[in-house]
């Protein structure tokens, strides 16, 4: 139609991306932020989406998108069985970062789907149990726009989205 750009086939094949083409090994062993972050840089300005096969994917480093990227998953499993084959699950295990953050007006349109979130949590010990102070999972800052969040679980999470100054989120 009228105003339509013509793009290539390669340039619109760039705008989906798997992470396991970045590194991302699916044990849950190695820290995946660095894929993460590749994944969205290979995406380039028009943003795109990162697929995230079945298994885990352990983020232990920040990982900022200033562009609408959505982030889909193979959906999860519910209970002990929670990250079992078949699903994709985002484990974090140390505190003092926020794992994603969504930020900027370029940002807005991003979308998180299908996927669960799981905090490592301390095991309880005597009578006694202290959960650990993770940051938020998500901080969705300055988009002033909508940024959507789809089908996901939080397990042991203590903060898990937190937005300001972004319109909205879904």
């Known amino acids: 139609?009228?105003?339509?750009?013509?793009?290539?086939?390669?340039?619109?094949?760039d705008e989906n991306v798997e992470l396991s083409d970045?590194?991302?090994?699916?044990t849950g062993n190695t820290d995946c932020g660095p894929a993460l972050r590749a994944a969205g840089a290979k995406l380039g300005?028009?943003?795109?989406?990162?697929?995230?096969?079945?298994?885990?994917?352990?983020?232990?480093?920040?990982?900022?998108?200033?562009?609408?990227?959505?982030?889909?998953?193979?959906?999860?499993?519910?209970g002990p069985g929670m990250g079992s084959p078949g699903g994709t699950q985002i484990l974090i295990?140390?505190?003092?970062?926020?794992?994603?953050?969504?930020?900027?007006v370029n940002a807005r349109?991003?979308?998180?789907?299908?996927?669960a979130v799981r905090q490592i949590q301390p095991n309880l010990t005597g009578t006694t149990w202290v959960p650990t102070d993770y940051d938020y999972v998500f901080k969705v800052l300055?988009?002033?726009g909508i940024v959507t969040f789809d089908n996901i679980l939080f397990q042991g999470v203590t903060r898990g989205i937190y937005a300001n100054n972004s319109g909205r989120l879904h």
């Open 93 to 104: 295990s140390r505190a003092g970062f926020v794992p994603f953050t969504f930020s900027g």
């Open 22 to 26: 970045f590194g991302w090994d699916k």
């Open 45 to 78: 300005a028009r943003g795109g989406r990162i697929s995230i096969g079945a298994g885990k994917c352990w983020v232990n480093s920040p990982v900022e998108f200033t562009r609408a990227v959505e982030i889909e998953g193979q959906g999860y499993t519910e």
């Open 109 to 115: 349109g991003a979308t998180v789907r299908n996927l």
């Open 142 to 144: 300055g988009t002033l």
């Open 1 to 13: 139609g009228s105003g339509a750009v013509a793009r290539s086939l390669l340039a619109r094949f």
